[in-house]
């Protein structure tokens, strides 16, 4: 008989609102409909510059909460300060992991913090849990891109890559959120001869009571008949922003705009730039609630995801399906094989451009033009019907349900 007990083993959790967060909270609560669930987490809130969130969504009160805490506030944009609250806060959760869970019981588990992940993966062989693990981040191919290491070359990144790519093919199921994702993954556990199992399960659009309603999906003409488009988001190492920011002053076209939203690690750099430059048709705005992204998304008729080179199948950015939930259309610019490139392409519901043809999205700037706006519209009609359809939460939260169920051992 399937044991009907599992465990959530995450740092980033309700009412903390990262993306991370807000998923393994609605995966949560999903499962606490068939499942007795409990949870490992971390501290309450990550993002300190998002203190006034409000969010109406409820935890289900069968779920039992076990929360941690690292040993010293630091600053998220440090990368020696973010390594030091890794570790002590990996510590303290594998702590909970060793007394808490039970020989056989399931484990699902995040690859935030990841080195706690080479703790649960040891610990798996001793006590025979039942691991899943949802991969949102893939580690440390991902510190290449983020420019934490120059290559694949040095000996201490080979030495890191060795021990994580061991650390993967230890769980038994492991749950990708992109097709690209997936064939990372694969590739990686593959020389381990593990018997371990890849799935794949992207993530979901808004559900219906936060989407737009039908007066959203209009075209925006609020900039003075300007094409407004839109990044919002983590302002980061591998999001390329500063590309897009670079081909938009490049480009000579009156009829856009581009609006900036969010914070991250290159915030203040991208800040700086845009201050000593002072282009008159981008205006970048800080951090944002979650519950306020819908109303900024729909503000733009044009909404941005863009990767780094050397991002392929290492992430999927979330906003991605809060975009078609808004029924806007999506300029893509990174890898042209990535997730996001592959549903763009699939449905006709936005453009796909590489991120290293720079002249190639310039010359795409640049052909923007307000009297296409029905075209614009068009394709964004069909990212809402996607979120509508396929992406929609409850599906997406069944076929991950199933996934799981797959691989469940009596």
Known sequence: MINKK????????????????????????????????????????FDKNKIDFKDDYQISRKIIIYRTSTFFDYNKNSLIQRTLRIISLSIRMSILVLTKIKRGEIVLLSTHPVLLMLI?????????????????????????????????????YKLLKYIFDKAYSKADHLIAIGRDMG??????TERFKSLNSVSVVPNWAFSEKQSVNSKNLKFKSNKQNKIVLQYSGNIGRVQGVKEIIDAFIKSDNPDIYLIIRGTGAQYEEIKQFIDKMKPQNIKLYGAYSRSDEMKFLSESDISIVSLKKGMYGLGVPSKTYNILSAGKPILFVGDPDSEVSLMVREHNNGWVIDIEKER???????????????????????????????????????????????????
């Open 6 to 45: 599992i465990w959530i083993v995450t740092e980033l959790f309700y009412p903390e609102e990262t993306a991370v967060a807000y998923i393994f909270s609605r995966i949560a609560n999903f499962l606490s409909f068939n499942y007795d669930i409990s949870v490992i987490c971390g501290p309450e809130l």
């Open 120 to 156: 649960i993966c040891f610990f798996k062989k001793f006590n025979k849990i039942q691991l899943h693990i949802l991969v949102h981040d893939v580690f440390p191919e991902n510190t290449i891109p983020a420019r934490i290491f120059k290559n694949n070359k040095s000996i201490v």
């Open 360 to 410: 190639e999205l310039i010359d795409f700037l640049d052909n923007l033009k307000f009297k296409n706006r029905k075209e614009i519209q068009k394709k964004g009609l069909i990212s809402r019907s996607l979120a509508e359809t396929y992406y929609e939460e409850n599906n997406i939260l069944t076929l991950f349900q199933k996934k799981m169920e797959k691989h469940f051992k009596d």
């Open 183 to 188: 064939d990372i993954l694969i590739k990686k």
